[in-house]
Nanobody, 123 residues
Framework: QVQLVESGGGLVQAGGSLRLSCAAS????????MGWFRQAPGKEREFVSAISWSGNTIYADSVKGRFTISRDNAKNTLYLQMDSLKPEDTAVYYC?????????????????WGQGAQVTVSS
């Protein structure tokens, strides 16, 4: 079992930055690939980024070059640095853990989820 708690969301103007954190507890954090997903009102949950236990990363095309995923296995923490934010990035952001070690894009592959953090980007 893994418990995940996101923090760092908030309101920011377009062009600004935010950093989300996801603190993990329970089973060994480094045993999991980790991902970030987001869900805007009235839309399906969509993949944002994922990272393997060793640091290999993948990104959605919509955030590539603006967002950076990272992890600190010693601190059991996942991060998402979000730069050059746009109003269309507004959503609830979720972190998730996957028992398969490689990063994957499908939400159905992930085993554990956090409660979500609201990110609002004003124009």
């Amino acid at each position: 079992q893994v418990q995940l708690v996101e923090s760092g969301g908030g309101l920011v103007q377009a062009g600004g930055s935010l950093r989300l954190s996801c603190a993990a507890s329970g089973r060994t954090f480094s045993s999991y690939a980790m991902g970030w997903f987001r869900q805007a009102p009235g839309k399906e949950r969509e993949f944002v980024s994922a990272i393997s236990w060793s640091g290999n990363t993948i990104y959605a095309d919509s955030v590539k070059g603006r967002f950076t995923i990272s992890r600190d296995n010693a601190k059991n923490t996942l991060y998402l640095q979000m730069d050059s934010l746009k109003p269309e990035d507004t959503a609830v952001y979720y972190c998730a853990a996957d028992r398969i070690l490689v990063p994957r894009r499908s939400a159905f592959e992930y085993d554990y989820w956090g409660q979500g953090a609201q990110v609002t980007v004003s124009s």
